[in-house]
């Protein structure tokens, strides 16, 4: 939880989730998981392809530097010579990391070589080779495939091919030094069957690095960016706070200069006003007065205490007297004076208001002025009717008239604010603010604020 000051000033608390920065990092969360998870299984791909190619790597190099130098025809042939020398020769065939037993084979599946199954290959057994080691004997090359334990050479071979990779290579059986006219050079497969543990340790190997490679640069990405959004995000509360404390100050500074304007109005025209009518009153009740000039005295008279009424409800619009108590009815009355003007019988009533605070009493007077202004400017009503009620529970306000009404889903026009923009002062000190009308009933003003 973190704490926000509100527009009346007291702090509440703010639940953390709520923030930019919490979004932004759940968000971000999501975000790398996903790309983690996608990269893993293209990552493991590419390090199970490595491993294998690896493998075949050292494969290719054994075959062709410890087996194929010693492969001769005669050997094919079941020349016991040349089996006896290569057999003297290719002891360290299994000698290389990871490599179970090798196996050498003919074009046609001949087994003429085995280091685990020497009867097999005397006895020249011919087992069925796969499509792609037929492939490599014919293009040449290296290739792998994880061993069939139900395959006729797994059977056959002393232990299975469980837990195996064959892994093989073409090789050339070469004619001898001594042949008078050498025979062209057949293929051989050379195969190795290799332990998968090995393989897959070293996929795994390959794959941990590929994994910290990607998701070390996501994981620092987000906690720089997640660094700097909270540094930037609370630059623009900063901001905000102190656009808060500049609109106080100017809104204070207005305040303070209405007030000043309404006191001159009130010691200065106010007053002489109020003197000028007083004056001329007792003038036309004068007995030296004519009846033509009482009569012009009397209406100048009656003319000066309308514009004094009015004066006074200017005032009122201008900076209110305290809304504390009378004030507030004081104040209630000056501001519907320019009713009668207008031919609507206008009333107040207030009650309950002195427990109220300044914020919510402020409140209560500016949605009211607002919506007297309205009635008395659009409505064309005969009656309105002010109310303003509070107890423990909070403040009501209600604005009521019987005029011409309108449509409330109809649009504003954009260039009246009104009680549209009272609306988000309402709910900033917990209140609600409804208006409902309709064309011919006349309108109503509702503003309750709970405690």
Same mark, same amino acid.
């Given at each position: 939880?973190?704490s926000?000051r509100?527009?009346?000033?007291?702090?509440?608390?703010?639940? %953390?989730?709520?923030?930019?920065?919490a979004?932004?990092?759940?968000?971000?969360?999501?975000l790398?998981?996903?790309?983690?998870?996608?990269?893993?299984v293209? #990552?493991a791909?590419a390090a199970?392809?490595?491993?294998?190619?690896?493998? $075949?790597?050292?494969?290719?190099?054994?075959?062709?530097?410890?087996?194929?130098?010693?492969?001769?025809?005669?050997?094919?042939?079941?020349?016991?010579?040349?089996?006896?020398?290569?057999?003297?020769?290719?002891?360290?065939?299994?000698?290389?990391?990871?490599?179970?037993?090798?196996?050498l084979?003919a074009e046609d599946?001949?087994? =003429?070589?085995?280091?685990?199954?020497?009867r097999?290959?005397? #006895?020249?057994?011919?087992?069925?080779?796969?499509?792609?080691?037929?492939?490599?004997?014919?293009g040449?090359?290296?290739?792998?495939?994880?061993?069939?334990?139900?395959?006729v050479?797994?059977?056959?071979r002393a232990?299975?091919?469980?837990g195996?990779?064959?892994?093989?290579?073409?090789?050339?059986?070469?004619?001898g030094?001594?042949?008078?006219?050498?025979?062209?050079?057949?293929p051989?497969?050379?195969?190795?069957?290799?332990?998968l543990?090995g393989?897959?340790?070293r996929?795994?190997e390959?794959?941990?690095?590929?994994?910290w490679?990607?998701?070390?640069?996501?994981?620092?990405?987000v906690?720089?960016?997640?660094?700097?959004? #909270?540094?930037?995000?609370?630059?623009?509360?900063?901001?905000?706070?102190?656009?808060?404390? /500049?609109?106080?100050?100017?809104?204070d +500074?207005?305040? +303070?200069?209405?007030?000043?304007?309404?006191?001159?109005l009130?010691d200065g025209? @106010?007053?002489d /006003?109020?003197?000028?009518?007083?004056?001329?009153?007792?003038a036309a009740?004068d007995?030296?007065?004519?009846? #033509?000039t009482?009569?012009?005295?009397?209406?100048?008279?009656?003319?000066?205490?309308?514009? %004094?009424?009015?004066?006074?409800?200017l %005032?009122?619009? =201008?900076?209110?007297?305290?809304l504390?108590g009378?004030?507030?009815?004081s104040?209630?009355?000056?501001?519907?004076?320019?009713?009668?003007?207008?031919?609507?019988?206008?009333?107040?009533?207030?009650?309950g208001?002195?427990?109220?605070?300044?914020?919510?009493?402020?409140l209560?007077?500016?949605v009211?002025?607002?919506a007297?202004?309205?009635?008395?400017?659009?409505?064309g009503?005969?009656?309105?009717?002010?109310?303003?009620?509070?107890?423990?529970?909070?403040?009501?306000?209600?604005?009521?008239?019987?005029?011409?009404?309108?449509?409330?889903?109809?649009?504003?026009p954009?260039?009246r604010?009104?009680?549209?923009?009272l609306?988000s002062l @309402?709910?900033?000190?917990?209140?609600?603010?409804?208006?409902?009308?309709?064309?011919g $009933?006349?309108?109503?003003?509702?503003?309750?604020?709970?405690?």
């Amino acid at each position: 939880m973190r704490s926000e000051r509100t527009s009346d000033g007291t702090l509440r608390q703010r639940p %953390l989730w709520g923030t930019p920065v919490a979004v932004f990092v759940v968000v971000s969360a999501l975000l790398v998981t996903g790309i983690f998870l996608a990269t893993s299984v293209l #990552a493991a791909q590419a390090a199970e392809r490595a491993a294998r190619e690896q493998a $075949e790597a050292v494969n290719e190099v054994l075959a062709h530097s410890a087996a194929e130098p010693y492969v001769q025809l005669g050997l094919l042939r079941g020349n016991s010579s040349a089996a006896d020398k290569f057999f003297r020769k290719a002891e360290n065939l299994t000698d290389a990391e990871g490599v179970r037993s090798v196996d050498l084979f003919a074009e046609d599946g001949t087994l =003429i070589y085995s280091t685990t199954d020497l009867r097999a290959a005397e #006895a020249a057994q011919v087992y069925p080779l796969s499509d792609r080691q037929l492939a490599t004997l014919g293009g040449g090359g290296t290739d792998s495939e994880v061993a069939d334990p139900s395959s006729v050479r797994s059977r056959d071979r002393a232990g299975d091919e469980t837990g195996l990779v064959k892994i093989y290579t073409r090789i050339m059986a070469s004619p001898g030094r001594r042949a008078q006219r050498p025979p062209p050079a057949q293929p051989v497969l050379f195969v190795a069957y290799w332990e998968l543990e090995g393989v897959e340790s070293r996929r795994a190997e390959i794959f941990g690095t590929f994994r910290w490679i990607t998701l070390g640069p996501l994981v620092l990405l987000v906690l720089l960016s997640t660094v700097l959004l #909270a540094l930037l995000t609370g630059q623009v509360r900063r901001g905000g706070r102190e656009r808060e404390r /500049l609109l106080e100050t100017a809104i204070d +500074a207005s305040d +303070a200069e209405r007030r000043r304007i309404a006191r001159d109005l009130h010691d200065g025209v @106010v007053q002489d /006003l109020a003197g000028s009518a007083f004056a001329l009153s007792g003038a036309a009740r004068d007995p030296a007065t004519t009846p #033509a000039t009482a009569e012009v005295l009397s209406s100048v008279s009656a003319s000066m205490r309308d514009s %004094l009424k009015q004066m006074r409800s200017l %005032l009122a619009e =201008i900076h209110p007297p305290d809304l504390h108590g009378q004030g507030l009815q004081s104040a209630l009355d000056d501001l519907i004076a320019p009713a009668a003007a207008a031919g609507i019988h206008a009333s107040t009533s207030v009650d309950g208001v002195t427990d109220a605070s300044d914020a919510e009493v402020a409140l209560v007077w500016r949605v009211a002025q607002e919506a007297v202004r309205n009635a008395i400017r659009h409505s064309g009503a005969s009656t309105l009717a002010v109310t303003v009620r509070g107890d423990a529970e909070g403040l009501l306000l209600e604005v009521v008239d019987d005029g011409v009404g309108f449509d409330t889903t109809a649009p504003s026009p954009p260039d009246r604010f009104g009680l549209r923009g009272l609306r988000s002062l @309402v709910r900033d000190v917990g209140g609600e603010l409804d208006v409902t009308s309709a064309l011919g $009933e006349g309108t109503s003003v509702r503003m309750a604020v709970r405690r």
